[in-house]
Each structure stands twice: as structure tokens, then as C-alpha cells.
């Protein structure tokens, strides 16, 4: 195995500067590439194309390329609009990043733009304390995958109502949805991490749901925001359990926090 030569560089709580034929990269901790230089100067350099690509990350300009949709541009400074509105959260930095590190972002910004047209400016920042926790996955089109147990005849555990079969829509009224975070058990169509819905596996199914973020209404304060309420999801299928307990969950992820 060829060895690596190290590279010479200087590192302080904000930044890391790296000397390259002569010359100084400095990268502060805001840089979108920030963690991949760290982690390739750390491994050392094995060749030519290893310091070629350590040079592109620091390059900013083509760390951030320009971005143009219908409803969202991203500048090459790293500014992201919607609607010609200026937009700058955790999920925005998300996006830039993947962004300046050649990921597809078109799943996120559909995402984005779900989670825009959502009327509650509360359930938008309280959906994102539901994913931050969770590590819960995004589809093509900007939806939500989760987790909901129901009974042995697909019906919901609550009301005994609502068919939750494959292929099924289930919805109410979303002004009879409880919007209030501090109530933890109330009305509304309810999604969880599987944390918590596996726990009321026993004798049911477990399902896998679809929701639009514009369908979240509110995610309650208990168990550490591992359960929703929204208006509207679809079913789009049933976890089979292994013997090891398992399930196939994860073959549906399309981007997460991993």
C-alpha cells in the first residue's frame, strides 16, 4: 500500500490553513467545505489528484456553484432565495453544503418549497426539530418518510376509523388537527419515528407513511419529538420484520443526516 505524505498545515479553533506548492489555503469553520478539508488534510496526501481535489475544496468559487429554479436560486456566495425571499436556517446550510459537495440538492429544494407553503410559520420549525432528532429520510419529491403502528385490521390504534392499508390516503380537516405543541395527546392524524410507533408493534402492522411538510401541523413536546400531527399522509407500505427485528426501512432512504 502506498504511503501518504503529510500535508504542512496550521489549524485553530475557527479555521485551518494548508500550504500547497507554496501557496496558502485558509478555510474558516463557515466554509460549506469546511469538514471534508479537515478530514483530508488529517489523511495526508497519496498522490497528485488527492492535492488537486483538496485545492478545489478550499476554492470557494467552485465550492459554491450557482444555482437557478423556478422558485429558488442559490448565488455563488452561497445565498439562498425562495420566491426572491432571503431564506438562511439549518436546513438552507444543509443545502449549500450538499450543494458545494456535488450532491443532488433537487429532493431538499422540493423539500424546501413543501415546507415554505406549510401556513403555520410554528409547525415549519418544529418539523425540523422531528428530523434533526430522527434522522428521518427525504423522497424525490420533498415528502417525509415515517413510522405509524395501527391495528391488526389496518385500522388506526385511536379511533378505529381510518384504513391504513397500502395504497390508502388518510385525511381530516386541518383545522381539527391540534396545533398546540405543549398538548401532547389530542387530535390529529398521527406519525412517528419508528423509536416510538415500534413500541406499540405487537400484534398490528407497522406502516410506512408519506407526508407533504405543508400537512405537519405540530409536533408534541413529549418524547422527544419523536411523534407528529398532520392533516394528511399516504401509506406507501408495510415494514416485514426479520427475525433479527430489522426491517427494510432503510432501502427508502434518499438523503438523511448520514
Do not use: W
Not at 93 to 101: D, F, G, S, V
Request: hydrophobic share 35%; proline share 3%; charged share 25%.
Amino acid at each position: 500500500m502506498a504511503s501518504r505524505t503529510p500535508y504542512t498545515f496550521i489549524t485553530t479553533e475557527t479555521s485551518i490553513t494548508c500550504y500547497l506548492d507554496g501557496r496558502g489555503y485558509t478555510a474558516s469553520s463557515e466554509h460549506p467545505n469546511y469538514n471534508a478539508i479537515t478530514e483530508l488534510v488529517k489523511k495526508g496526501r497519496k498522490n497528485s489528484k488527492g492535492e488537486s481535489k483538496l485545492v478545489a475544496l478550499f476554492d470557494t468559487a467552485k465550492a459554491i456553484r450557482s444555482y437557478v429554479g423556478k422558485t429558488i436560486n442559490i448565488s455563488d456566495s452561497g445565498v439562498l432565495t425562495h420566491n426572491k425571499i432571503t431564506v438562511d436556517n439549518v436546513l438552507t446550510e444543509k443545502i449549500i453544503r450538499m450543494l458545494a459537495e456535488g450532491y443532488d440538492i433537487d429532493p431538499m429544494l422540493n423539500f424546501l418549497i413543501n415546507l415554505r407553503s406549510n401556513p403555520s410559520f410554528a409547525a415549519q420549525q418544529e418539523l425540523m426539530l422531528f428530523l434533526e432528532v430522527n434522522d428521518m429520510p427525504i423522497t424525490p419529491d420533498g415528502h417525509v418518510l415515517a413510522y405509524k403502528s395501527v391495528r391488526s385490521n389496518y385500522k388506526d390504534a385511536f379511533s378505529g376509523t381510518f384504513d391504513n392499508s397500502v395504497g390508502s390516503i388518510c385525511a381530516m380537516e386541518r383545522g381539527s388537527v391540534n396545533d398546540d405543541r405543549s398538548t401532547t395527546c389530542s387530535a390529529g392524524l398521527h406519525f412517528a419515528a419508528k423509536k416510538y410507533a415500534g413500541t406499540f408493534h405487537t400484534s398490528g402492522h407497522l406502516m410506512i407513511l408519506k407526508i407533504n411538510p405543508a400537512d405537519v401541523v405540530s409536533i408534541p413536546l413529549d418524547y422527544k419529538n419523536m411523534k407528529g400531527r398532520c392533516c394528511r399522509y399516504e401509506v406507501i407500505d408495510e415494514v416485514p420484520m426479520a427475525e433479527s427485528g430489522d426491517d427494510n426501512f432503510n432501502t427508502k432512504v434518499v438523503y438523511d443526516d448520514n
